[in-house]
T-cell receptor, first 112, second 115 residues
Framework: GESVGLHLPTLSVQEGDNSIINCAYS??????FIWYKQESGKGPQFIID?????DKRQGQRVTVLLNKTVKHLSLQIAATQPGDSAVYFC???????????FGTGTRLKVLA | GAGVSQSPSNKVTEKGKDVELRCDPI?????LYWYRQSLGQGLEFLIY????????KSGLPSDRFSAERTGGSVSTLTIQRTQQEDSAVYLC?????????????FGEGSRLTVL
């Protein structure tokens, strides 16, 4: 079946460094992608989204890159802070459907 | 409140008992989703409600699971004859249109532990 997966289950970065979290998706028809952040004991929170007609989208300290050729999505966090420690999920959906398919998540640990 | 509200936040029950989990979505959101998150796992789709349309129950893992949404607002997820493998965090989310584009707003989840 279709799936959204992540390359690394845990990522450790030094405070102040940039973080890159990767995601692979399998459905070439997917045209909308979201990144969520989930802190311990809380529900997922929206970070940033991107449509397939874009290659890059920037938010506050975050950038999402989409490479449709290799079906790869990444989330870049600039100047990683302790508050960025969380599990990050990518999700995809297809046009005309309502189901969002979530990956298993990557845990980001920020080292002081 | 302004966000998605779920109750109870924690529920411990004995195997074989029935449980009900409640979700109060953001006012005006027509789409409501239930997801299950097992320890260290991603989000598993369970069921989707959109307005007055018939719900999509394709993600429910067994006939012990059911959900309803009354008046297009509050939803209840019921698990009958709970099993230990039902232990997980049950997340509810709502969105404005449910067209598959746009942010899902999640509640903080109901953590279910079946002893």
């Amino acid at each position: 079946g279709e799936s959204v997966g992540l390359h690394l289950p845990t990522l450790s970065v030094q405070e102040g460094d940039n973080s890159i979290i990767n995601c692979a998706y399998s459905n070439s028809a997917s045209d909308y992608f979201i990144w969520y952040k989930q802190e311990s004991g809380k529900g997922p929170q929206f970070i940033i989204d991107i449509r397939s007609n874009m290659d890059k989208r920037q938010g506050q300290r975050v950038t999402v890159l989409l490479n449709k050729t290799v079906k790869h999505l990444s989330l870049q966090i600039a100047a990683t802070q302790p508050g960025d420690s969380a599990v990050y999920f990518c999700a995809e959906n297809n046009p005309g459907t309502y189901k969002y398919i979530f990956g298993t998540g990557t845990r980001l640990k920020v080292l002081a | 409140g302004a966000g998605v509200s779920q109750s109870p936040s924690n529920k411990v029950t004995e195997k074989g008992k029935d449980v009900e989990l409640r979700c109060d979505p953001i006012s005006g959101h027509t789409a409501l989703y239930w997801y299950r998150q097992s320890l260290g796992q991603g989000l598993e789709f369970l069921i989707y409600f959109q307005g007055n349309s018939a719900p999509d129950k394709s993600g429910l893992p067994s006939d012990r699971f059911s959900a309803e949404r009354t008046g297009g607002s509050v939803s209840t997820l019921t698990i009958q004859r709970t099993q230990q493998e039902d232990s997980a965090v049950y997340l509810c989310a709502s969105s404005l249109a449910g067209l598959g584009v746009g942010e899902l707003f999640f509640g903080e989840g109901s953590r279910l532990t079946v002893l």
